[in-house]
């Protein structure tokens, strides 16, 4: 579904943001980017969804190698995957429905099938009470979670997440995190960049942590005994 194979990324000046970046995230899976600011977790995502191409390496996301993808591809490539951000990114002047059917109208889905298509995503989320309401009537935790049903409404196979809960309180975190983990079940890749260690070690995914660009540890806890691996 994705693989780094010793990809990095250099920005013009000179900045490293990524250096000999190698791991892979199967279908399906859930792991957990985390790293100081600065560490090069939002670059990763950027790499992934293409709007940064590597400076070496190779990427690879659902076939697409990532430095050579043409243009058409690349518009193709996002439609595959579902984006949720920190701050949500709403439009405050559109009802909860009309956030969440905006991509299904920029990619000419026919209308019957896109109502169909944001009905489920906000039951989903809980939210299919609200769909009339603005987002500014709406929780922060409640907001996220417009977010979460608008990233997911394309049937997305990859879902990228940078710093999600990062507005939140413990509680509405770990919710959160629950409904993304419900997306495993059918196959939806989940990438999210956190720097709350307290909330994502306890969750028992995957934990690849960057240190100045590299892979610095790596840590497994479902498998045999739960491991972690230094690099």
């Known amino acids: ?24 995230l199967a279908r399906g899976e859930f792991a957990f980017v985390t790293g100081h600011s ?38 193709l490539h996002r439609r595959q995957i579902g984006t949720v951000f920190q701050d949500h990114q709403l439009l405050n002047d559109r009802s909860v429905y009309d956030n969440v059917a905006l991509p299904l109208e920029i990619s000419g889905l026919d209308p019957r099938e896109g109502k169909r298509r944001v009905r489920a995503a906000l039951d989903k989320v809980g939210l299919l009470s609200k769909e009339k309401l603005l987002p500014m009537a709406l929780s922060g935790g409640e907001q996220q979670r ?6 997911v409404v394309n049937t997305p196979r990859i879902i990228l ?13 770990a919710e959160i995190m ?54």
């Open 161 to 173: 997440a940078d710093e999600p809960t990062g507005n939140l309180d413990p509680e509405l975190s």
């Open 38 to 75: 600065g560490a090069g977790k939002s670059t990763l995502l950027k790499l992934v969804l293409g709007i940064e191409k590597p400076s070496g390496g190779k990427l690879v996301v659902n076939g697409n190698e990532m430095g050579l993808i043409s243009p058409k591809m690349l518009s």
């Open 178 to 231: 629950a409904l993304f983990a419900q997306f495993m079940s059918v196959g939806v890749s989940l990438l999210v960049a956190s720097h709350d260690r307290a909330l994502i070690d306890g969750l028992g995914y995957r934990i690849l942590t960057l240190e100045e660009g590299r892979l610095s540890a790596e840590a497994n806890p479902h498998s045999a005994g739960g491991s972690a691996n230094e690099h």
């Open 146 to 151: 417009v977010g979460i049903a608008r990233a």
């Open 1 to 24: 579904m994705i693989t780094f194979d010793r990809v990095s990324k250099r920005y013009p000046g000179g900045q490293q943001a990524l250096a000999n970046l190698s791991f892979s």
